[in-house]
């Protein structure tokens, strides 16, 4: 029902900066709090980054708090994660989701499986 395409992945060092972007189709895209996960080999999808349907409330997980910044766009049905000071350890395919019901401070703690849509991802490879 709901297309998501990501893209902006790329290889960079560590230390530099990545824009993810993900585009969305229909005219709903404000209904749908959005957010970012990632998926690096032999690890579980978590979270990363969420954002509330107005754009006014973010949410982060601890490890790239200060790091990265996630935003959105509603009149260009567009989500972005602005990701600076790379590390090797951000390496991983990245996924942003949508959901139609789930408050955006949810996503953090919700199973990623639970949330309603999701991209194909793009890979962000860091190298030391």
């Known amino acids: 029902q709901v297309q998501l395409v990501e893209s902006g992945g790329g290889l960079v060092q560590a230390g530099d900066s990545l824009r993810l972007s993900c585009a969305a189709s229909?005219?709903?895209?404000?209904?749908?709090?959005m957010g970012w996960f990632r998926q690096a080999p032999g690890k579980e999808r978590e979270f990363v980054a969420a954002i509330s349907r107005r754009g006014s409330s973010t949410y982060y997980e601890d490890s790239v708090k200060g790091r990265f910044a996630i935003s959105r766009n509603n009149a260009k049905n567009t989500v972005y994660l602005q990701m600076n000071s790379l590390k090797p350890e951000d390496t991983a395919l990245y996924y942003c989701?949508?959901?139609?019901?789930?408050?955006?401070?949810?996503?953090?703690?919700?199973?990623?499986?639970?949330?309603?849509?999701w991209g194909q991802g793009t890979q962000a490879t860091v190298s030391s």
């Open positions: 989701a949508a959901d139609s019901q789930k408050p955006s401070a949810n996503l953090a703690s919700a199973s990623w499986m639970d949330l309603d849509y």
């Open positions: 229909g005219r709903t895209f404000s209904s749908y709090a």
